[in-house]
Nanobody, 126 residues
Framework: QVQLVESGGGLVQAGGSLRLSCAASGRTFSSYAMGWFRQAPGKEREFVAAISRSGGNTDYADSVKGRFTISRDNAKNTVYLQMNSLKPEDTAVYYC???????????????????WGQGTQVTVSS
């Protein structure tokens, strides 16, 4: 079992920045690829960013490329999402998720993820 707890959400003006954190329980954090997803009201959950077990590979949704950066610290069992140049359309509940992988791969499909956090609200005002 892996438990995930997100933090760092809040209200920010357009153009501002936030850094989300996701703390994972358990001793096998480095065996999991990690991802961030988001869900806005009335919309489906969508992929935001993913990172491989080692942190050497990353992937981003086109809508956040160049603005968001995913990273991880396996010694701290934590994954981060640095969000810069925020836009009102980034407003959503952000979820982190863990996907067990045999190899150092990344995953953008939500159904491949095994564990999910409870989410943290990000609101960007115009």
């Amino acid at each position: 079992q892996v438990q995930l707890v997100e933090s760092g959400g809040g209200l920010v003006q357009a153009g501002g920045s936030l850094r989300l954190s996701c703390a994972a329980s358990g001793r096998t954090f480095s065996s999991y690829a990690m991802g961030w997803f988001r869900q806005a009201p009335g919309k489906e959950r969508e992929f935001v960013a993913a990172i491989s077990r080692s942190g050497g590979n990353t992937d981003y949704a086109d809508s956040v490329k160049g603005r968001f950066t995913i990273s991880r610290d396996n010694a701290k069992n934590t994954v981060y999402l640095q969000m810069n140049s925020l836009k009102p359309e980034d407003t959503a509940v952000y979820y982190c998720a863990a996907c067990w992988t045999r190899y150092n791969t990344i995953e953008s499909r939500a159904y491949e993820y095994d564990y999910w956090g409870q989410g943290t609200q990000v609101t960007v005002s115009s």
